[in-house]
């Protein structure tokens, strides 16, 4: 199974000012084209504004992985160097990573790699339990 969960906070650069805003609907164009192009049934990838502010949302459990997933983060931070987030990816038919989750952050559009310690090891912190 290939489980993932996210968000970025869409920002043009290192912090907000009223005269991007310009700026922040061509980025939105931009971005709203490229989760076009990896739009399925099985995936929720949305771009949405809240009080003003544009996010994207991250989710789906598919069968298998997807890289577009993680492209398509990774993507929205060139376009939105400001940006900042996390995307949670939980592959298990990655031997190296089949208990774990991967968590990439975002900040000012700059994605790294990171340790996961609120959900992994999977089992036994989220699938083992005691009835």
Same mark, same amino acid.
């Given at each position: 199974?290939?489980?993932?969960?996210?968000?970025?906070?869409?920002?043009?650069?290192?912090?907000?000012?009223?005269?991007?805003?310009? &700026?922040?609907?061509?980025?939105?164009?931009?971005?709203? =084209?490229?989760?076009?192009?990896?739009?399925?049934?099985?995936?929720?990838?949305? &771009?949405?504004?809240?009080?003003?502010? %544009?996010?994207?949302?991250?989710?789906?459990?598919?069968?298998?992985? *997807?890289?577009?997933? &993680?492209? =398509?983060?990774?993507?929205?931070?060139?376009?939105?160097?400001?940006?900042?987030?996390? &995307?949670?990816?939980?592959?298990?038919?990655?031997?190296?990573?089949?208990?774990?989750?991967?968590?990439?952050?975002?900040?000012?559009?700059?994605?790294? *790699?990171?340790?996961?310690? =609120?959900?992994? %090891?999977?089992? %036994?912190?989220?699938?083992?339990?005691?009835?």
């Amino acid at each position: 199974m290939f489980e993932y969960h996210g968000w970025v906070t869409v920002w043009e650069g290192s912090c907000e000012a009223e005269d991007d805003t310009v &700026l922040r609907e061509e980025n939105c164009r931009e971005i709203q =084209l490229e989760i076009v192009k990896h739009k399925d049934n099985m995936s929720r990838v949305e &771009l949405f504004y809240q009080n003003g502010s %544009p996010y994207v949302r991250f989710d789906g459990d598919r069968n298998h992985y *997807k890289s577009w997933v &993680l492209e =398509l983060f990774i993507r929205i931070g060139e376009i939105a160097k400001g940006s900042h987030g996390l &995307l949670y990816i939980r592959d298990q038919e990655n031997s190296d990573y089949d208990n774990e989750f991967q968590v990439w952050r975002m900040a000012r559009g700059k994605v790294v *790699k990171m340790k996961d310690s =609120l959900l992994s %090891p999977c089992d %036994p912190i989220i699938e083992t339990y005691e009835i």
